[in-house]
């Protein structure tokens, strides 16, 4: 969490001085921004140098290798922060939560790519949370490039690592979702919302196939086009900026399969 001090005062989205940290990723103030600064900082950090670990006073901050024997993995947080798997650090997913006022289920927003096979294979990882849970929705996932989102995390992190990263906001509703085949909606509760948290978990044991029950997922996934209108109406958008331009679904005649191996 990066704004527990709005939070303890009530809001849900600001920091204490009143910001919406998911728009100041650009350029975020150390001392406005201070947790963003910190995270991104770190981020950074990893990112220009992937070998090294990073110190933070007497600790290190670092992601295991999965070469790594598993019972040879630390059992503490205190062993965790000083094991020699941490030398190696690596980013392969972001994933930013929040709630969602308006929408119902839970859904993922994603980035464009100029790399088509880049693109696709990042529609991988909703489509197996999708299969997951239940009140996971894959038709309300989108991927876009919305200039209003530039200082969001997933935008400019999704710009700033290469293409083996990832990199989504993870919406939830406020309030209900609709099991598909179903009408009613099911209130939210904290137990369903830790049930999504543990699906998201479950979901990377099948994409890093460390699930012993999935060897293959096959993904039927709907061929992606980039759409002829801008995102949002009203705005004019110059000859050749695709800036506000959303890929979209096609018909379920440009199915195609992407298989998980």
């Known amino acids: 969490m990066l704004n527990p001090d709005g939070v303890y005062l009530g809001n849900y989205r600001c920091s204490l001085m009143g910001f919406d940290l998911n728009r100041h990723w650009l350029d975020p103030s150390p001392w406005v921004h201070p947790t963003l600064h910190g995270v991104k900082q770190l981020i950074v950090q990893m990112y220009n140098d992937p070998s090294k670990r990073v110190h933070r006073g007497d600790s290190i901050v670092g992601r295991h290798s999965s070469e790594i024997p598993f019972e040879s993995l630390p059992t503490s947080m205190t062993d965790f ?29 994603g980035n464009i790519f100029e790399d088509e096979e880049r693109f696709q294979r990042q529609a991988i990882f909703p489509k197996l949370l999708c299969q997951n849970a239940e009140d996971f929705s894959y038709s309300s996932t989108s991927f876009n490039r919305d200039a209003v989102k530039a200082g969001t995390g997933r935008r400019f992190l999704g710009g700033l690592l290469d293409h083996t990263s990832y990199c989504y906001t993870l919406e939830v509703s406020f309030y209900s979702y609709i099991i598909s085949g179903t009408t009613a909606a ?7 919302y830790m049930k999504l948290g543990r699906n998201v978990a479950r979901t990377f044991l099948d994409y890093y196939r460390l699930n012993p029950m999935v060897e293959k997922v096959a993904i039927p996934m709907p061929r992606l086009r980039l759409d002829a209108e801008p995102e949002t109406s009203g705005e004019v958008r110059q000859a050749g900026d695709t800036t506000n331009l959303a890929y979209k679904r096609c018909s379920t005649e440009d199915l195609i399969n992407i298989t998980v191996q």
Request: hydrophobic content about 35%; glycine content about 2%.
């Open 81 to 109: 922060m000083t094991h020699d798997c941490c030398q190696k650090t690596s980013l392969e997913f972001y994933i930013d939560i929040h709630a969602h006022s308006t929408m119902m289920n839970g859904f993922m927003y």
């Open 186 to 192: 099911v209130p939210y509760t904290e137990e369903a």
